[in-house]
């Protein structure tokens, strides 16, 4: 059968989206409220050098998961149409095929790591060989636990990768949480591994179609081929994200970068509503532009949801970026040079969620390789002004000044773009301002607040609340109408 099979039937109703939605968003946040306590005690645990090691070695992590070289992003759009057309057969040699690239792709990565301890200049931070290790090993089980994912998501089976998800950082962070006070970065470490190992485990046991052989060495280099452009936006992405850490880890010290880590651990999470939507609606975008779904219900799907987090997100950031203060001085001893820095990077997390959804709108579509180019631009010119700004002084409040104008420049870029193709109707300057406003609104009224109503402590904080609160009810009135958020809940309680 060709690839480009068809998809029968439309997409399942809103509130199925909702309840798979939903169903990745709650995982999402409950692994990262644990890993936050884990990250919270380990804060203290080994201070601001400590973590800044910690910070360091997650890089790893960060990058190990992009070794599938691009197998997986190719089997994100081939997978679900052979699944949806009942192709059993041609549905386990994709996935054999993508595994077998990505088996090859953690090799090399392996040992590029193990090569760049042996030969590259070690940053300040920079952890032991056997810490080293163990987050590669970490790593590789990180690529069997996005094949899983991967697969389970094309067989509609949302709540499995949901349930792998909160079980690696249930179990993960829970175990590094119990072990960093012994053990330290070695606790930290191994526990992940452990929740990881489980994770891989439970989503095998709920996709047995998905073989661990690898096989097919030629379907997974032409999926490969395929996902290249995916992969490769993806890196960008990646770089746009990590470069402050790569500069500060050049430029600055341990104790700046742990500094930094603590403000990242925070304002992360503000991505992940817009990832776990974007994380459902990626395959049936996919499969309406490979497939004979209706494109017209698929857009008008993906627009409904960007406008009800282009209303909603600014205000949960805006409370977040008032209590920023209150939280650090009540909840991290020693870390209070990190509130700004915090601040910062949560306005630009929120910028940079806007085109979240877009972006994903943009892959699934086709249009991979004019997303490759804009995040491609908006990477070189992030890396050029985070280095330069940490060459001339790497305080941290600083480097997140300048990641957060880079990530705002993604987001215009995205939105511009996508505009054409997803709200014709508004045209590019109207969907970007749209997306983009309520955000800045509501950034600019919680930086107003901080700055000119002195005061310290949970009181304070419940009164700049209430302060935000009114500052933000005329966009959140203003915008909302019209987002069909009562049809969208029950839509839901009528799919139960």
């Given at each position: 059968?060709?690839?480009s099979?068809?998809v029968?039937?439309?997409?399942r ?9 939903a169903?990745?968003a ?9 890993v936050?306590?884990?990250?919270w005690?380990?804060?203290?645990t080994?201070?601001p050098a400590?973590f800044g ?7 790893i ?17 081939r ?10 057969p ?11 690239i ?6 090399v ?15 300040a931070?920079?952890?032991?060989g ?6 590669v ?6 690529l ?9 998501r ?20 829970g ?9 330290g ?12 190992l489980?994770?891989v485990v439970?989503?095998?046991r ?6 661990l ?7 997974g ?27 500060l ?8 970068l ?7 651990m925070a ?7 817009p ?8 395959p049936?975008?996919?499969?309406a ?20 987090l ?8 805006g ?6 203060g ?7 001893e020693?870390?209070r ?7 910062l ?12 959804v877009?972006a994903y ?16 631009v ?6 050029a ?13 600083h480097v997140?000044?300048?990641?957060s ?5 993604f ?12 709200d ?10 749209g ?7 509501a ?6 607040i901080?700055?000119w ?10 009164v700049?609340?209430?302060l935000f ?7 959140l ?16 309680l009528?799919?139960?």
């Open positions: 059968m060709a690839d099979a068809p029968p039937g439309p997409p109703a809103g509130g199925a989206f909702v309840r798979d939605s169903s990745i709650i995982s999402q946040y409950l692994a990262r409220a644990v936050l306590v884990r990250g005690v380990a804060a203290i080994l201070g400590g090691a910690w910070t360091l070695l997650n890089l992590l960060d990058y190990g998961s992009y070794a599938t070289l691009g197998a997986l992003q190719g089997l994100d759009l997978l679900p149409p052979a699944v949806a057309a009942g192709d059993a041609r549905a386990r040699r994709l996935m054999a095929g993508a595994w077998s990505v088996v090859a792709g953690g090799v990565f392996a040992a590029a790591v193990f090569a760049g301890v042996r030969w590259a200049p070690r940053p931070a920079a952890p032991g056997v810490l080293v290790a163990l987050m090993a970490a790593a590789l089980l990180q069997a636990f996005q094949y899983y994912a991967t697969a389970l094309a067989h509609g089976r949302f709540r499995a990768v949901g349930t792998g998800q909160a079980l690696q950082a249930v179990l993960g962070a175990l590094g949480i119990a072990l960093v006070g012994k053990f970065l070695l606790g930290l470490v191994t526990g992940w591994i452990a929740g990881t489980a994770a439970h989503m095998a709920a996709c047995p179609e998905a073989p052989e690898p096989a097919g060495v030629r379907d280099a032409a999926l490969a081929r395929l996902g290249l452009p995916i992969f490769a936006y993806y890196v960008a992405s990646l770089v746009l994200r990590s470069v402050d850490r790569l500069a880890a050049r430029y600055g010290n341990a104790h700046q742990g500094i930094y880590g603590v403000a990242l304002s992360g999470l503000v991505l992940f509503a990832e776990a939507a974007g994380y459902v609606l990626f049936r975008v996919a499969a532009y490979h497939g004979s779904v209706d494109r017209a219900l698929v857009r008008a799907h993906v627009l409904r949801v960007q406008r009800a282009a209303v909603m997100m600014p205000l949960v950031v409370i977040a970026i008032v209590w920023a209150p939280a650090v001085e009540a909840l991290l020693g870390y040079p990190a509130i700004l820095p915090l601040r990077l949560a306005a630009g997390a929120l910028a940079l969620s806007a085109a979240t877009p709108f943009l892959l699934g579509s086709g249009r991979q390789l004019v997303l490759l180019a804009l995040g491609g908006a990477a070189l010119v992030t890396a002004g985070v280095f330069a700004t940490a060459w001339r002084d790497p305080a941290p409040a997140a000044l300048a990641a104008a880079g990530y705002a420049l987001a215009v870029l995205v939105l511009m773009r996508a505009a054409g193709e997803l014709p109707d508004a045209g590019r300057v109207r969907f970007t301002l997306s983009l406003l309520p955000g800045a609104w950034v600019l009224v919680a930086f107003a901080v700055r109503l002195p005061g310290h402590g949970g009181m304070w904080g419940f700049a609340t209430d609160g009114l500052g933000y009810l005329p966009v009135i203003g915008m909302a109408r019209g987002l069909g958020m009562r049809s969208l809940v029950r839509e839901t009528a799919a139960r």
